[in-house]
Protein backbone atom coordinates (compact mmCIF):
# COMPACT_ATOMS: atom_id res chain seq x y z
CA UNK A 1 0.00 0.00 0.00
CA UNK A 2 1.15 3.19 -1.08
CA UNK A 3 2.30 5.63 2.12
CA UNK A 4 1.99 8.52 0.44
CA UNK A 5 -1.62 7.92 -0.82
CA UNK A 6 -3.16 5.23 1.41
CA UNK A 7 -4.46 3.56 -1.70
CA UNK A 8 -3.56 -0.52 -2.33
CA UNK A 9 -1.30 -0.65 -5.34
CA UNK A 10 -1.44 -3.32 -8.09
CA UNK A 11 1.18 -5.39 -6.65
CA UNK A 12 1.27 -4.75 -3.16
CA UNK A 13 -0.15 -8.24 -0.61
CA UNK A 14 -3.79 -8.20 -1.34
CA UNK A 15 -5.33 -6.91 2.42
CA UNK A 16 -7.91 -9.84 2.60
CA UNK A 17 -5.00 -11.84 3.87
CA UNK A 18 -4.78 -14.77 0.57
CA UNK A 19 -0.99 -13.58 -0.04
CA UNK A 20 -1.96 -13.07 -3.26
CA UNK A 21 -0.61 -9.49 -4.80
CA UNK A 22 -3.76 -7.30 -4.74
CA UNK A 23 -4.24 -7.57 -8.68
CA UNK A 24 -4.54 -11.19 -8.81
CA UNK A 25 -7.28 -11.16 -6.07
CA UNK A 26 -9.67 -8.86 -4.78
CA UNK A 27 -8.93 -6.49 -7.97
CA UNK A 28 -10.21 -9.29 -9.86
CA UNK A 29 -13.07 -9.04 -8.15
CA UNK A 30 -13.61 -5.61 -7.55
CA UNK A 31 -13.79 -5.66 -11.14
CA UNK A 32 -15.92 -8.39 -11.83
CA UNK A 33 -18.38 -6.15 -9.70
CA UNK A 34 -18.61 -3.31 -11.49
CA UNK A 35 -21.70 -1.91 -12.53
CA UNK A 36 -21.09 -2.87 -16.03
CA UNK A 37 -20.72 -6.62 -15.02
CA UNK A 38 -23.98 -6.11 -12.99
CA UNK A 39 -25.51 -4.59 -15.64
CA UNK A 40 -24.51 -7.48 -18.24
CA UNK A 41 -25.52 -10.44 -15.96
CA UNK A 42 -29.00 -8.64 -15.93
CA UNK A 43 -28.68 -7.74 -19.65
CA UNK A 44 -27.93 -11.53 -20.18
CA UNK A 45 -31.01 -13.61 -18.37
CA UNK A 46 -33.15 -10.96 -20.29
CA UNK A 47 -31.51 -11.97 -23.75
CA UNK A 48 -32.29 -15.34 -22.87
CA UNK A 49 -35.67 -14.67 -22.06
CA UNK A 50 -35.98 -12.73 -25.50
CA UNK A 51 -34.54 -15.10 -27.41
CA UNK A 52 -36.92 -17.83 -26.79
CA UNK A 53 -39.96 -15.43 -27.35
CA UNK A 54 -38.66 -14.02 -30.57
CA UNK A 55 -38.38 -17.59 -31.69
CA UNK A 56 -41.62 -18.64 -30.48
CA UNK A 57 -43.61 -15.50 -32.27
CA UNK A 58 -41.13 -16.18 -35.54
CA UNK A 59 -42.99 -19.93 -35.54
CA UNK A 60 -46.78 -18.64 -34.42
CA UNK A 61 -46.81 -15.52 -37.51
CA UNK A 62 -44.50 -17.16 -40.23
CA UNK A 63 -45.10 -20.85 -39.60
CA UNK A 64 -42.77 -24.07 -39.08
CA UNK A 65 -40.97 -23.25 -42.63
CA UNK A 66 -39.78 -20.18 -41.48
CA UNK A 67 -36.73 -21.24 -39.82
CA UNK A 68 -36.10 -23.36 -43.26
CA UNK A 69 -36.49 -19.91 -45.46
CA UNK A 70 -34.40 -18.06 -43.57
CA UNK A 71 -31.40 -21.21 -43.19
CA UNK A 72 -31.33 -21.17 -47.00
CA UNK A 73 -30.48 -17.36 -46.96
CA UNK A 74 -28.30 -17.40 -44.67
CA UNK A 75 -26.46 -20.10 -46.47
CA UNK A 76 -26.17 -17.97 -49.34
CA UNK A 77 -29.56 -19.83 -51.62
CA UNK A 78 -28.11 -22.97 -52.23
CA UNK A 79 -29.27 -24.95 -55.23
CA UNK A 80 -31.30 -28.09 -55.32
CA UNK A 81 -28.75 -29.89 -56.80
CA UNK A 82 -25.61 -28.67 -54.84
CA UNK A 83 -24.88 -30.12 -51.64
CA UNK A 84 -25.71 -28.44 -48.22
CA UNK A 85 -24.05 -27.71 -45.56
CA UNK A 86 -22.14 -30.60 -43.48
CA UNK A 87 -24.13 -31.61 -39.93
CA UNK A 88 -20.91 -30.11 -38.70
CA UNK A 89 -20.92 -27.17 -40.08
CA UNK A 90 -24.68 -26.63 -39.76
CA UNK A 91 -23.54 -26.85 -35.64
CA UNK A 92 -21.04 -24.60 -36.14
CA UNK A 93 -22.71 -21.73 -37.35
CA UNK A 94 -26.03 -21.90 -35.14
CA UNK A 95 -24.58 -19.21 -32.59
CA UNK A 96 -24.43 -16.97 -35.84
CA UNK A 97 -27.70 -17.80 -37.61
CA UNK A 98 -30.11 -17.85 -34.70
CA UNK A 99 -29.36 -14.53 -33.85
CA UNK A 100 -29.21 -13.37 -36.91
CA UNK A 101 -32.90 -15.20 -37.65
CA UNK A 102 -34.25 -13.35 -35.15
CA UNK A 103 -33.07 -9.87 -35.71
CA UNK A 104 -31.61 -9.55 -39.51
CA UNK A 105 -33.72 -11.98 -41.92
CA UNK A 106 -37.10 -10.83 -43.37
CA UNK A 107 -39.60 -12.37 -45.18
CA UNK A 108 -39.26 -12.06 -49.02
CA UNK A 109 -42.51 -12.73 -50.39
CA UNK A 110 -41.71 -13.38 -53.85
CA UNK A 111 -39.75 -16.25 -52.60
CA UNK A 112 -40.55 -19.08 -54.94
CA UNK A 113 -39.80 -21.63 -52.35
CA UNK A 114 -41.51 -20.85 -49.68
CA UNK A 115 -44.79 -19.46 -49.41
CA UNK A 116 -44.92 -17.85 -45.72
CA UNK A 117 -47.72 -16.30 -43.51
CA UNK A 118 -46.37 -13.13 -42.31
CA UNK A 119 -45.71 -9.88 -43.41
CA UNK A 120 -42.49 -9.12 -45.25
CA UNK A 121 -39.78 -6.64 -45.31
CA UNK A 122 -39.84 -6.75 -41.42
CA UNK A 123 -37.11 -8.38 -39.17
CA UNK A 124 -39.02 -11.01 -36.30
CA UNK A 125 -37.64 -8.50 -33.67
CA UNK A 126 -39.65 -5.40 -35.33
CA UNK A 127 -42.85 -7.34 -35.28
CA UNK A 128 -42.51 -8.59 -31.90
CA UNK A 129 -42.35 -4.98 -30.79
CA UNK A 130 -45.25 -4.00 -33.16
CA UNK A 131 -47.68 -6.49 -31.49
CA UNK A 132 -46.20 -6.48 -27.79
CA UNK A 133 -46.18 -2.78 -28.19
CA UNK A 134 -45.77 -0.74 -24.49
CA UNK A 135 -45.85 -4.05 -22.85
CA UNK A 136 -42.58 -4.89 -24.03
CA UNK A 137 -40.12 -5.74 -21.03
CA UNK A 138 -37.84 -2.02 -20.88
CA UNK A 139 -34.53 -4.27 -21.10
CA UNK A 140 -35.74 -6.76 -23.98
CA UNK A 141 -36.76 -3.46 -25.28
CA UNK A 142 -33.10 -2.09 -25.18
CA UNK A 143 -31.68 -5.64 -26.33
CA UNK A 144 -33.96 -4.78 -29.64
CA UNK A 145 -33.12 -1.22 -30.28
CA UNK A 146 -29.50 -1.97 -30.16
CA UNK A 147 -29.21 -5.53 -32.20
CA UNK A 148 -31.86 -5.13 -34.57
CA UNK A 149 -30.85 -5.04 -38.53
CA UNK A 150 -26.94 -4.79 -37.01
CA UNK A 151 -24.99 -6.86 -39.71
CA UNK A 152 -22.05 -9.02 -38.59
CA UNK A 153 -18.51 -7.66 -39.36
CA UNK A 154 -15.27 -9.46 -38.20
CA UNK A 155 -13.58 -8.17 -35.40
CA UNK A 156 -9.92 -7.79 -33.78
CA UNK A 157 -9.00 -8.75 -30.34
CA UNK A 158 -6.97 -5.41 -29.07
CA UNK A 159 -6.54 -6.24 -25.66
CA UNK A 160 -7.61 -9.12 -23.62
CA UNK A 161 -9.24 -9.63 -19.66
CA UNK A 162 -9.43 -12.89 -19.36
CA UNK A 163 -12.63 -13.69 -17.81
CA UNK A 164 -14.44 -10.61 -17.75
CA UNK A 165 -14.25 -8.20 -20.85
CA UNK A 166 -12.31 -7.94 -24.81
CA UNK A 167 -11.62 -4.83 -26.55
CA UNK A 168 -12.38 -5.12 -29.96
CA UNK A 169 -11.94 -3.55 -33.42
CA UNK A 170 -14.10 -3.83 -36.32
CA UNK A 171 -11.56 -4.94 -39.26
CA UNK A 172 -13.65 -3.33 -41.53
CA UNK A 173 -14.88 0.25 -40.39
CA UNK A 174 -12.57 0.74 -37.51
CA UNK A 175 -14.88 0.92 -34.89
CA UNK A 176 -13.68 -0.07 -31.49
CA UNK A 177 -15.97 -1.38 -29.07
CA UNK A 178 -15.48 -3.22 -25.19
CA UNK A 179 -17.75 -6.20 -24.55
CA UNK A 180 -18.42 -7.73 -21.37
CA UNK A 181 -17.77 -11.25 -22.37
CA UNK A 182 -16.79 -14.27 -19.58
CA UNK A 183 -15.95 -17.46 -21.31
CA UNK A 184 -14.54 -16.27 -25.18
CA UNK A 185 -12.45 -13.81 -22.95
CA UNK A 186 -10.80 -16.96 -21.71
CA UNK A 187 -9.42 -18.30 -24.90
CA UNK A 188 -8.96 -15.45 -27.56
CA UNK A 189 -5.61 -13.36 -27.72
CA UNK A 190 -4.76 -9.88 -28.98
CA UNK A 191 -4.70 -9.92 -32.80
CA UNK A 192 -7.54 -12.95 -32.86
CA UNK A 193 -10.18 -12.36 -34.94
CA UNK A 194 -13.85 -13.07 -34.90
CA UNK A 195 -16.59 -13.11 -36.72
CA UNK A 196 -19.91 -11.67 -35.65
CA UNK A 197 -22.17 -8.59 -33.66
CA UNK A 198 -20.34 -6.39 -31.02
CA UNK A 199 -23.27 -3.92 -29.85
CA UNK A 200 -23.77 -1.49 -27.04
CA UNK A 201 -26.95 -2.07 -25.02
CA UNK A 202 -27.72 0.57 -22.32
CA UNK A 203 -23.87 1.31 -22.42
CA UNK A 204 -22.80 -2.18 -21.76
CA UNK A 205 -20.93 -4.20 -24.90
CA UNK A 206 -21.60 -7.14 -25.63
CA UNK A 207 -21.75 -9.87 -28.63
CA UNK A 208 -25.35 -10.54 -30.03
CA UNK A 209 -24.09 -13.67 -32.29
CA UNK A 210 -20.58 -14.84 -32.72
CA UNK A 211 -18.93 -17.37 -34.65
CA UNK A 212 -18.05 -20.92 -32.75
CA UNK A 213 -14.14 -20.49 -33.36
CA UNK A 214 -11.28 -18.16 -33.68
CA UNK A 215 -10.32 -16.83 -36.72
CA UNK A 216 -6.22 -16.64 -36.98
CA UNK A 217 -4.59 -13.15 -37.16
CA UNK A 218 -2.60 -15.16 -40.12
CA UNK A 219 -5.98 -14.04 -42.20
CA UNK A 220 -5.80 -10.23 -41.59
CA UNK A 221 -4.02 -9.95 -45.05
CA UNK A 222 -6.99 -11.21 -46.40
CA UNK A 223 -9.37 -9.39 -45.08
CA UNK A 224 -7.62 -6.43 -45.49
CA UNK A 225 -8.06 -7.00 -49.08
CA UNK A 226 -11.92 -7.22 -48.85
CA UNK A 227 -11.49 -3.78 -46.95
CA UNK A 228 -10.35 -2.70 -49.82
CA UNK A 229 -12.40 -3.65 -52.22
CA UNK A 230 -15.39 -2.40 -50.06
CA UNK A 231 -13.58 0.81 -50.01
CA UNK A 232 -13.08 1.07 -53.53
CA UNK A 233 -11.70 5.05 -53.88
CA UNK A 234 -13.25 6.32 -50.50
CA UNK A 235 -11.17 6.42 -47.62
CA UNK A 236 -13.77 4.47 -44.91
CA UNK A 237 -16.17 1.33 -44.76
CA UNK A 238 -18.93 2.68 -43.45
CA UNK A 239 -21.74 0.89 -41.34
CA UNK A 240 -24.00 2.12 -44.12
CA UNK A 241 -21.28 -0.09 -46.38
CA UNK A 242 -21.71 -3.46 -44.33
CA UNK A 243 -25.57 -3.39 -44.22
CA UNK A 244 -25.43 -2.99 -48.46
CA UNK A 245 -23.17 -6.24 -48.57
CA UNK A 246 -24.34 -7.87 -45.50
CA UNK A 247 -24.64 -10.95 -47.56
CA UNK A 248 -21.22 -10.73 -49.52
CA UNK A 249 -19.65 -10.48 -46.25
CA UNK A 250 -21.53 -13.32 -44.93
CA UNK A 251 -20.98 -15.46 -48.07
CA UNK A 252 -16.89 -14.67 -47.41
CA UNK A 253 -16.62 -16.06 -43.62
CA UNK A 254 -18.72 -19.41 -44.58
CA UNK A 255 -15.90 -19.52 -47.19
CA UNK A 256 -13.41 -18.57 -44.63
CA UNK A 257 -15.16 -21.79 -42.38
CA UNK A 258 -15.53 -24.17 -45.06
CA UNK A 259 -11.61 -23.59 -45.59
CA UNK A 260 -10.34 -23.64 -42.14
CA UNK A 261 -12.39 -26.77 -41.49
CA UNK A 262 -12.20 -28.84 -44.53
CA UNK A 263 -9.87 -31.91 -44.34
CA UNK A 264 -6.41 -31.09 -45.01
CA UNK A 265 -5.76 -31.87 -48.58
CA UNK A 266 -2.81 -34.11 -48.99
CA UNK A 267 -0.25 -32.00 -50.43
CA UNK A 268 3.49 -30.65 -49.85
CA UNK A 269 4.71 -26.93 -48.85
CA UNK A 270 5.05 -26.37 -52.49
CA UNK A 271 1.22 -27.57 -53.14
CA UNK A 272 2.22 -30.48 -55.06
CA UNK A 273 0.38 -33.79 -54.27
CA UNK A 274 1.77 -35.89 -51.75
CA UNK A 275 3.52 -39.25 -53.46
CA UNK A 276 6.43 -41.06 -52.43
CA UNK A 277 9.43 -41.72 -54.10
CA UNK A 278 12.43 -43.16 -54.23
CA UNK A 279 15.13 -41.91 -56.68
CA UNK A 280 17.60 -44.68 -57.13
CA UNK A 281 21.59 -43.92 -58.95
CA UNK A 282 23.94 -46.38 -58.88
CA UNK A 283 27.88 -44.31 -58.16
CA UNK A 284 31.39 -44.81 -58.31
CA UNK A 285 32.28 -43.15 -55.30
CA UNK A 286 30.39 -41.85 -52.57
CA UNK A 287 33.15 -39.34 -51.75
CA UNK A 288 32.49 -37.55 -55.27
CA UNK A 289 29.07 -37.81 -54.52
CA UNK A 290 29.54 -35.94 -50.95
CA UNK A 291 31.31 -33.60 -52.48
CA UNK A 292 29.51 -32.87 -55.49
CA UNK A 293 25.98 -32.65 -53.78
CA UNK A 294 27.14 -31.32 -50.42
CA UNK A 295 25.79 -27.99 -51.37
CA UNK A 296 21.98 -29.07 -52.06
CA UNK A 297 21.96 -28.81 -48.07
CA UNK A 298 21.82 -24.96 -47.15
CA UNK A 299 21.53 -25.42 -43.51
CA UNK A 300 24.53 -27.97 -43.44
CA UNK A 301 28.46 -26.88 -44.60
CA UNK A 302 30.18 -29.68 -46.55
CA UNK A 303 32.93 -29.66 -44.20
CA UNK A 304 30.29 -31.28 -41.57
CA UNK A 305 28.60 -33.56 -43.26
CA UNK A 306 32.10 -35.15 -44.20
CA UNK A 307 32.74 -35.09 -40.52
CA UNK A 308 29.49 -37.30 -39.55
CA UNK A 309 29.78 -39.31 -42.57
CA UNK A 310 30.60 -42.93 -42.47
CA UNK A 311 34.01 -44.32 -43.33
CA UNK A 312 35.54 -47.61 -44.43
CA UNK A 313 38.61 -49.43 -43.26
CA UNK A 314 41.28 -46.96 -45.34
CA UNK A 315 39.42 -43.70 -43.64
CA UNK A 316 37.10 -43.27 -46.90
CA UNK A 317 33.40 -42.17 -47.26
CA UNK A 318 31.46 -45.01 -47.27
CA UNK A 319 28.37 -43.70 -46.48
CA UNK A 320 26.50 -40.57 -45.63
CA UNK A 321 23.52 -38.77 -45.56
CA UNK A 322 22.46 -35.04 -46.87
CA UNK A 323 19.68 -33.24 -46.33
CA UNK A 324 17.88 -31.48 -49.64
CA UNK A 325 16.62 -27.98 -48.06
CA UNK A 326 16.23 -24.40 -49.03
CA UNK A 327 16.26 -21.13 -46.98
CA UNK A 328 12.18 -20.28 -46.37
CA UNK A 329 8.99 -21.75 -46.31
CA UNK A 330 5.92 -20.42 -48.07
CA UNK A 331 3.72 -21.66 -45.08
CA UNK A 332 4.95 -20.39 -42.15
CA UNK A 333 7.42 -17.39 -42.10
CA UNK A 334 8.71 -18.54 -38.49
CA UNK A 335 10.27 -21.47 -40.09
CA UNK A 336 13.87 -20.12 -41.55
CA UNK A 337 13.88 -23.26 -44.08
CA UNK A 338 11.96 -26.28 -46.30
CA UNK A 339 13.20 -29.98 -46.26
CA UNK A 340 12.61 -30.74 -49.79
CA UNK A 341 13.95 -34.68 -49.52
CA UNK A 342 16.73 -36.90 -48.10
CA UNK A 343 19.86 -38.39 -49.81
CA UNK A 344 21.37 -41.30 -48.67
CA UNK A 345 24.57 -42.59 -50.13
CA UNK A 346 25.26 -46.52 -49.31
CA UNK A 347 28.53 -47.78 -50.99
CA UNK A 348 27.54 -47.84 -54.60
CA UNK A 349 24.38 -46.91 -54.02
CA UNK A 350 22.46 -43.20 -53.99
CA UNK A 351 18.68 -42.72 -52.99
CA UNK A 352 16.62 -39.79 -52.75
CA UNK A 353 14.07 -39.81 -50.72
CA UNK A 354 10.95 -37.30 -51.90
CA UNK A 355 7.22 -36.94 -51.31
CA UNK A 356 6.14 -35.55 -54.40
CA UNK A 357 6.47 -36.47 -58.73
CA UNK A 358 7.89 -33.04 -59.27
CA UNK A 359 10.43 -33.12 -56.57
CA UNK A 360 11.23 -36.19 -57.74
CA UNK A 361 11.91 -35.05 -61.57
CA UNK A 362 13.80 -32.36 -59.75
CA UNK A 363 16.39 -33.98 -57.58
CA UNK A 364 16.88 -36.42 -60.65
CA UNK A 365 17.90 -33.29 -62.92
CA UNK A 366 20.11 -31.96 -60.35
CA UNK A 367 21.78 -35.07 -59.49
CA UNK A 368 22.52 -35.83 -62.93
CA UNK A 369 23.88 -32.37 -63.57
CA UNK A 370 26.34 -32.50 -60.36
CA UNK A 371 27.09 -36.20 -61.10
CA UNK A 372 27.65 -36.24 -64.33
CA UNK A 373 28.74 -39.50 -65.58
CA UNK A 374 29.79 -40.64 -62.14
CA UNK A 375 25.94 -41.48 -61.44
CA UNK A 376 23.45 -43.53 -63.54
CA UNK A 377 19.89 -43.87 -62.69
CA UNK A 378 18.47 -46.86 -62.00
CA UNK A 379 14.83 -46.78 -60.98
CA UNK A 380 12.11 -43.92 -59.79
CA UNK A 381 10.51 -46.08 -57.46
CA UNK A 382 7.01 -44.82 -55.52
CA UNK A 383 5.69 -45.98 -52.90
CA UNK A 384 1.79 -47.08 -51.25
CA UNK A 385 0.59 -43.68 -49.51
CA UNK A 386 -0.38 -46.13 -46.51
CA UNK A 387 3.08 -47.74 -46.82
CA UNK A 388 4.89 -44.54 -46.58
CA UNK A 389 3.10 -42.68 -44.07
CA UNK A 390 3.63 -45.49 -41.55
CA UNK A 391 7.06 -45.64 -42.52
CA UNK A 392 7.73 -42.14 -42.09
CA UNK A 393 6.28 -42.20 -38.83
CA UNK A 394 8.34 -44.42 -37.38
CA UNK A 395 10.88 -42.40 -38.89
CA UNK A 396 9.92 -38.86 -37.68
CA UNK A 397 9.52 -40.48 -34.26
CA UNK A 398 13.14 -41.25 -34.34
CA UNK A 399 14.20 -38.23 -35.98
CA UNK A 400 12.24 -36.39 -33.26
CA UNK A 401 13.98 -38.14 -30.36
CA UNK A 402 17.41 -37.53 -31.86
CA UNK A 403 16.56 -33.74 -33.03
CA UNK A 404 15.55 -33.41 -29.15
CA UNK A 405 18.81 -34.79 -28.18
CA UNK A 406 20.98 -32.81 -30.32
CA UNK A 407 18.94 -29.55 -29.60
CA UNK A 408 20.32 -30.17 -25.81
CA UNK A 409 23.46 -29.28 -27.06
CA UNK A 410 25.20 -25.68 -26.62
CA UNK A 411 26.67 -25.66 -30.26
CA UNK A 412 23.48 -26.85 -31.57
CA UNK A 413 21.34 -24.23 -30.02
CA UNK A 414 23.96 -21.91 -30.69
CA UNK A 415 23.63 -22.89 -34.61
CA UNK A 416 19.80 -22.74 -34.58
CA UNK A 417 19.61 -19.55 -33.29
CA UNK A 418 21.86 -17.85 -35.75
CA UNK A 419 20.00 -19.64 -38.58
CA UNK A 420 16.80 -18.50 -37.17
CA UNK A 421 17.86 -14.35 -36.63
CA UNK A 422 19.16 -14.91 -40.41
CA UNK A 423 15.97 -16.22 -41.57
CA UNK A 424 13.56 -13.32 -39.81
CA UNK A 425 16.71 -10.79 -41.03
CA UNK A 426 15.92 -12.24 -44.81
CA UNK A 427 12.33 -12.47 -44.26
CA UNK A 428 11.92 -8.25 -44.06
CA UNK A 429 13.20 -8.05 -47.62
CA UNK A 430 11.29 -11.39 -49.49
CA UNK A 431 8.24 -11.50 -51.54
CA UNK A 432 5.19 -12.67 -49.90
CA UNK A 433 2.22 -14.37 -51.59
CA UNK A 434 0.10 -12.74 -48.73
CA UNK A 435 1.44 -9.42 -49.09
CA UNK A 436 0.65 -9.24 -52.70
CA UNK A 437 4.54 -10.38 -53.54
CA UNK A 438 5.66 -7.52 -51.76
CA UNK A 439 8.00 -7.55 -49.09
CA UNK A 440 7.10 -7.27 -46.06
CA UNK A 441 9.60 -3.85 -45.51
CA UNK A 442 8.06 -2.47 -48.70
CA UNK A 443 4.75 -3.46 -47.30
CA UNK A 444 4.96 -1.50 -43.95
CA UNK A 445 5.22 1.89 -46.10
CA UNK A 446 0.87 2.33 -46.07
CA UNK A 447 -1.26 1.61 -43.34
CA UNK A 448 -2.93 -0.98 -44.94
CA UNK A 449 0.38 -2.79 -45.71
CA UNK A 450 1.60 -2.24 -42.38
CA UNK A 451 -1.66 -3.80 -40.32
CA UNK A 452 -1.23 -7.30 -42.93
CA UNK A 453 2.45 -7.52 -41.67
CA UNK A 454 1.33 -7.06 -38.25
CA UNK A 455 -1.06 -9.77 -38.91
CA UNK A 456 1.33 -12.21 -40.31
CA UNK A 457 3.72 -12.03 -37.34
CA UNK A 458 1.26 -12.52 -34.98
CA UNK A 459 0.16 -15.67 -36.87
CA UNK A 460 3.63 -16.78 -36.26
CA UNK A 461 3.38 -16.53 -32.40
CA UNK A 462 0.54 -18.99 -33.00
CA UNK A 463 1.88 -21.65 -34.46
CA UNK A 464 4.21 -24.86 -32.29
CA UNK A 465 7.44 -24.76 -33.80
CA UNK A 466 9.10 -27.34 -31.77
CA UNK A 467 9.11 -26.68 -28.23
CA UNK A 468 9.82 -24.19 -26.28
CA UNK A 469 13.34 -23.87 -27.58
CA UNK A 470 11.93 -22.94 -31.07
CA UNK A 471 8.86 -20.89 -29.84
CA UNK A 472 11.65 -19.12 -27.93
CA UNK A 473 13.90 -18.48 -31.21
CA UNK A 474 10.48 -17.90 -32.76
CA UNK A 475 9.66 -15.05 -30.20
CA UNK A 476 12.76 -13.31 -30.35
CA UNK A 477 13.26 -14.29 -33.87
CA UNK A 478 9.96 -12.12 -35.00
CA UNK A 479 11.12 -9.24 -32.28
CA UNK A 480 14.27 -8.33 -34.46
CA UNK A 481 11.90 -8.19 -37.28
CA UNK A 482 9.30 -6.02 -35.73
CA UNK A 483 12.67 -3.62 -35.25
CA UNK A 484 14.07 -4.44 -38.67
CA UNK A 485 10.31 -2.96 -39.71
CA UNK A 486 10.40 -0.14 -37.31
CA UNK A 487 7.08 -1.64 -35.49
CA UNK A 488 6.76 -1.24 -31.73
CA UNK A 489 7.15 -4.41 -30.02
CA UNK A 490 3.91 -5.50 -29.00
CA UNK A 491 2.99 -7.50 -25.86
CA UNK A 492 0.22 -8.57 -26.36
CA UNK A 493 0.61 -10.86 -29.88
CA UNK A 494 -0.19 -13.97 -28.09
CA UNK A 495 2.86 -16.11 -28.12
CA UNK A 496 4.12 -17.75 -25.06
CA UNK A 497 6.18 -15.66 -22.40
CA UNK A 498 9.00 -16.73 -20.97
Known sequence: MSRESGKIGRNDPCPCGSGKKYKKCCMLKKKAASPESVHYRRLSKAYDRLFDRLTDHAERVFGEDAIKCALDEFWGWPESDEVGPEPEALERQMPLFLPWFVFNWEYDEFDEDYALDGPPERTVAELYVEE??????????????????????????????????????????????????????????????VFGRAVLVDGVGMFMGLSAFIIPPSHKPELINVRKNIKGRRKTVTADDLV??????REYFLDLDRHLHSPPKLVNTDGDPLEFHRVVFEIDSPEEAV???????????????????????????????????????????????TLLGRIVIDEDRLTAEVNSANRAKKVR???????????????????????????????????????E????????????????????????????????NKTPRKAVKTADGKEAVEGLLAGALRRGTGGDFMEKLTREGVRRARKLLGLADSEGEGGPKE
Not at 315 to 337: D, M, Q, T, V, Y
Not at 413 to 436: I, S, T
Open 365 to 403: EEIERRMGKGARFKMDRIEALDAAMTRQKAEGGRALAEH
Open 291 to 337: DNLASLCVTDSADRIRKEAGTGPDGRICGAEIAWNRWGHKGSPELPN
Open 244 to 249: DLEAEI
Open 405 to 436: ELMQHPEVREQMAEMMNKHWEQWVDMPVPALG
Open 132 to 193: KGGRVDPLERALIESTNRIPYSFWEALEVEPGHRIRLKDVFTGEEITVEERSGSEYLKPADI
